[in-house]
């Protein structure tokens, strides 16, 4: 069986303080040719550090190859196969990252004057509409710099709205127990309520449960389509009614975009507002916290509310308009992460609508391939056609020992990252798999023979699963003490 995510060679590093040598220097550099100045003087003491200790002294060579083989450690979507769940690991082309590298576009100050920027202003206005197309609903706003940002704005120009009209007292979100973690979050940090959906046995949610807790104290409905376990909410029309009757807005967390893209309208489902995770659905590498954006569509009776500046097209002229008396403010130290948009709008003008439609389909037939391919190897939670991910648990293997933790450890031995594990929270001992539209079915044959042949060795040799990885570099950690005791600074021995 091939391992597509091994390196040729993978060695063990040590940090460049223990590979420090003294006097050796990647770069000498010469005695300037302008007077010494004493740089306490001219910038004060405040802004001069001492020298820095036991700073590593390195050659050139030792620097390039220390770090060459620190990324040869890492797996990415260029390694191989990356099926975490919910998090839309999709290949990201090339060319829209010549796109946003175009020196015009990527060497523009962000503080330069409105004359200067009007290339970049009309590109983020041709984004905005076409991610107003995409959702079904009248505007967008752009600044929002990731997903989760996106749902703290969202939510904050629903509280905004509730107020203008008065209606103090609807401080209550209602989010199913499905949902993403920063759902509630965007709701508390927001200062209102969270109160949980069940969703039913079948993994939705059913509308007489969320009628018994929509009333007058509701702000919004949170909801993820599809939801975390990959199934439509197919009383999605329903809810977004009960909700309405109720005073309330509805919220879409749109991180799941990628099973909707060209296919259905989240406007048309009775949404209000959602956000896009552009470097998930859009062509972002993303992953380690690199840059992302989370820009946010809005029913028209959300626009007094959108964060400023707002783009305007007067005269056949771009400005940045600020005078926006109900605004919710300004959300971004500029006008958002453009890099991001660039690539976004590159993704979507190659595609164009027949294209976002084909990667929808693709992503929603890979997934349904998987689930098929394992449901005799793995406990399948909810008998549904899933969208664009699928969640499997680790119930029967539990009884021989084995739990999800370790299967998602030997599936590094076999040359792949694990999918998600532990998520959604109402699945015991949940796997969370999402192939995306990009690969081929050869890469996912490859990828489910793997997970078959462990569930075999979790039958005859349980040990063997519960004792991976063994092939990784680092193996298993002390993933408590990672957490709750990090050590983020090299300190040395005996220090």
């Excluded at 063990?12 to 300037?32: A, H, N, T, W």
């Excluded at 909700?243 to 749109?254: M, P, S």
């Excluded at 993303?286 to 028209?300: E, Q």
Aim: aromatic share 6%.
């Amino acid at each position: 069986m091939s391992t597509p995510g091994r390196s040729g060679l993978v060695f063990r590093e040590p940090l460049l303080f223990e590979s420090s040598r003294p006097g050796r220097s990647g770069v000498r550099i010469d005695d300037p040719d302008v007077p010494p100045v004493d740089p306490v003087r001219e910038l004060g003491a405040g802004l001069v550090r001492d020298e820095i200790r036991d700073f590593p002294e390195l050659s050139e060579l030792d620097v390039v190859r220390h770090f060459t083989r620190l990324s040869q450690w890492n797996y990415g979507i260029d390694s191989g196969f990356f099926p975490l769940g919910s998090c839309t690991m999709k290949y990201n082309p090339r060319v829209n990252e010549a796109v946003a590298r175009l020196p015009g576009l990527a060497a523009v100050h962000p503080a330069s004057d409105e004359s200067a920027l009007q290339g970049v202003l009309a590109l983020a206005c041709e984004l905005e509409e076409a991610l107003a197309e995409i959702s079904g609903l009248d505007r967008v706003t752009l600044q929002p710099a990731a997903g989760a940002q996106g749902e703290f704005v969202g939510v904050r120009m629903i509280s905004a709205y509730h107020r203008a009209r008065g209606d103090l007292a609807r401080k209550r979100v209602l989010i199913p127990d499905t949902a993403h973690g920063t759902n509630p979050a965007s709701a508390a940090l927001n200062g209102l309520e969270v109160v949980e959906v069940k969703s039913g046995p079948d993994g939705i949610v059913h509308p007489e449960a969320l009628a018994a807790l929509a009333d007058e104290r509701t702000a919004a409905l949170m909801i993820t389509n599809p939801n975390t376990l990959g199934l439509f909410e197919s009383h999605i029309e329903e809810l977004s009614r009960v909700v309405h009757a109720a005073g309330g807005l509805v919220y879409l967390d749109g991180a799941n975009m990628n099973a909707l893209l060209g296919v259905a309208k989240p406007g048309h489902m009775g949404v209000d507002v959602m956000h896009f995770n552009l470097h998930k659905t859009f062509s972002t590498p993303h992953g380690g916290g690199g840059p992302g954006s989370g820009p946010v569509a809005i029913r028209n009776i959300l626009a007094p509310y959108l964060p400023t500046p707002v783009i305007r097209l007067e005269n056949g002229r771009h400005r940045l308009d600020s005078e926006f008396p109900h605004s919710i403010g300004r959300v971004h130290a500029w006008y958002g992460n453009a890099g991001i948009w660039l690539r976004a709008l590159a993704y979507i003008r190659t595609l164009g609508a027949s294209g976002l439609a084909e990667v929808s389909s693709r992503a929603i037939l890979n997934a349904n391939y998987v689930l098929e391919s394992l449901r005799a190897d793995y406990d399948v939670p909810h008998q549904r056609r899933v969208m664009h991910e699928c969640v499997l648990s680790d119930r029967r293997q539990h009884e021989h020992g084995v739990t999800t933790a370790d299967i998602a450890k030997r599936l590094m031995d076999y040359g792949y990252h694990p999918p998600t594990i532990y998520f959604p929270l109402v699945v015991s001992g949940a796997m969370m798999i999402e192939p995306t539209e990009c690969e081929s079915q050869e890469a996912l044959d490859g990828f489910i023979e793997a997970m078959r042949a462990i569930a075999r060795e979790a039958e005859t040799q349980p040990g063997l699963v519960t004792g991976a990885p063994e092939r990784p570099i680092v193996r298993r950690i002390d993933e408590v003490r990672a957490a709750r005791k990090p050590r983020l600074r090299w300190t040395p021995e005996g220090a």
